[in-house]
Nanobody, 124 residues
Framework: VQLQASGGGLVQPGGSLRLSCTAS????????IDWFRQVPGKEREGVSC????????FHADSVRGRFSISRDNAKNTVYLQVNSLKPEDTAVYYC??????????????????WGKGTLVTVSS
């Protein structure tokens, strides 16, 4: 399974982006998908997750109400819509998948597949 995160960029505070996680070699709908983010010097932290069976979602407290996660199975893509961005949201964002389990959220060290990250910079 190869994952690729994209859609990052430079945005002003209060702005929005839509991050995409695409896959080759697998059908994403079969996997719970987690989004993590990381800033230099800090551990990667879980942000959002979408489950594989019922499509239920999870968001960390720091992003709840501002971020949403969804699937487009026709495009084999998971989206992370990030709204009302703050400077502290600046990070490299990664999507990840795991073979076991179907619910959310996943654990950082339980991920089996990682995409290359996409940088989100929130600055005026």
């Amino acid at each position: 399974v190869q994952l690729q995160a994209s859609g990052g960029g430079l945005v002003q505070p209060g702005g929005s982006l839509r991050l995409s996680c695409t896959a080759s070699g697998a059908t994403l709908d079969n996997y719970p998908i987690d989004w993590f983010r990381q800033v230099p010097g800090k551990e990667r932290e879980g942000v959002s997750c979408i489950a594989s069976r019922d499509g239920s979602t999870f968001h960390a407290d720091s992003v709840r109400g501002r971020f949403s996660i969804s699937r487009d199975n026709a495009k084999n893509t998971v989206y992370l819509q990030v709204n009302s961005l703050k400077p502290e949201d600046t990070a490299v964002y990664y999507c990840a998948a795991r073979e076991y389990g179907f619910s959310c959220p996943g654990e950082l060290y339980g991920m089996d597949y990682w995409g290359k990250g996409t940088l989100v910079t929130v600055s005026s």
